[in-house]
């Protein structure tokens, strides 16, 4: 990630921040279209696990430029994901539904730039579970 990349996902979440239950509705309501089966690992109030999502989200958008303080809590999100069910597949089902809803979220704001971006950033992120989830199964 470089320091433009960071910058822009900062400033797209910003823009997303105001509409964030919104937001996180548009982004669960696409993930189970695009994956029906996924509803299943999602038993409690939709409406919690969007803020916590966003919450999730907003911290990880912080702390960008210092992403090795992430990594312990990455890695333990990623083995927790696994005990619910997530494979690695369902990274990139998630990868979908999160850059249709920034792309739905922030219209015009959701540039060619913006996009490469937040997909490096996402890519990141979501590597880092893998590996966390893949240290669960190894221990």
């Keep these: ?58 911290v990880a958008v912080a702390s960008l430029d210092r992403i090795e303080i992430l990594v312990p809590t990455l890695h333990d999100l990623g083995r927790r994901h696994a005990e619910y069910g997530v494979e690695n597949a369902h990274y990139d089902t998630v990868a979908s539904a999160l850059m249709w809803t920034l792309e739905r979220s922030l219209g015009g704001g959701f540039t060619p ?13 979501a590597q880092t579970m893998q590996n966390g989830a893949d240290m669960g199964k190894a221990a």
């Design 113 to 125: 730039p913006v996009r490469e971006a937040s997909t490096a950033v996402y890519g990141l992120l």
């Design 1 to 58: 990630m470089t320091p433009t990349q960071i910058a822009d996902v900062r400033t797209s979440f910003a823009g997303v921040r105001p509409i964030a239950d919104a937001a996180a509705a548009l982004f669960y309501g696409r993930l189970f279209e695009l994956d029906p089966s996924l509803r299943a690992m999602f038993r409690g109030d939709m409406e919690k696990q969007g803020r916590m999502l966003m919450q999730v989200i907003g």
